[in-house]
């Protein structure tokens, strides 16, 4: 371990409030048989964590392997803040070496906002162009984090009026059981909305139906009253 995350630890450890602790591990459900069991908060809030990553960006993979690594969710999620920002400074070679990195070390990336502030900006960003197929894969895994993955890296294809990967991935996952699926697609779904409304809505006539109702809540939920009252009668 070196100095520098030696010191990093240290103001993470000093920088933290328990009443924010006590907090964050009721809102990233981390008790027993709960989606984040076990994962331990120091207290910091975002803007706090993204200050520390831009001082600390100069920290080496290895060190960053360590966080990604970590018990403590602010390393986590610190490690891949300064990973989404050296991927948007870097040239092809250092981009594809995080975009890589990335993959590797997956595991330490299972939580909602972990996946949600990063997968978009490094795993979004480099398949733009690029084949898409690792993103199916991902979306018919068993692990939760690699579906959430697969969809949330789709908000940049849709960011450049790219809708037919989310979409097809929202097809894949309509009979996913469970409930951060169903919010992650249907808030997909609604981006694609702000964009092509008519998109997102020929692709609703056809499954709002069998969707769960909690992904179409979230799918129609900048919709006028009388329309989100009609999907959600099924009277479309």
Not at 116 to 131: E, F
């Amino acid at each position: 371990m070196s100095v520098r995350l030696t010191e990093l630890r240290k103001k993470i450890k000093t920088s933290g409030s328990p009443e924010v602790s006590k907090t964050m591990q009721w809102f990233f459900k981390t008790g027993k048989g709960e989606y984040g069991e076990g994962d331990i908060f120091a207290g910091l809030k975002v803007p706090t964590q993204r200050k520390l990553a831009r001082e600390f960006s100069d920290l080496s993979l290895s060190d960053i392997k360590i966080l990604l690594n970590s018990t403590v969710h602010e390393e986590r999620l610190i490690s891949l803040f300064i990973l989404v920002d050296g991927y948007a400074k870097g040239d092809e070679k250092e981009k594809e070496a995080i975009f890589s990195y990335y993959l590797k070390n997956r595991i330490g990336i299972n939580n909602w906002d972990l996946v949600d502030l990063s997968a978009p900006k490094i795993i979004g960003k480099h398949l733009l162009n690029k084949d898409k197929s690792l993103l199916f894969k991902f979306a018919l895994s068993k692990n939760l984090w690699e579906r959430r993955i697969a969809v949330l890296s789709t908000f940049e294809f849709i960011r450049n009026n790219d809708f037919k990967t989310t979409l097809k991935i929202a097809e894949l996952l309509l009979e996913d059981e469970h409930d951060l699926i169903h919010k992650a697609v249907g808030w997909m779904l609604r981006e694609v909305g702000k964009r092509d409304l008519q998109t997102e809505e020929k692709f609703l006539k056809i499954h709002y139906k069998k969707m769960p109702r909690t992904m179409l809540r979230y799918a129609i939920e900048k919709f006028s009253e009388t329309k989100r009252k009609k999907y959600l009668q099924g009277k479309i």
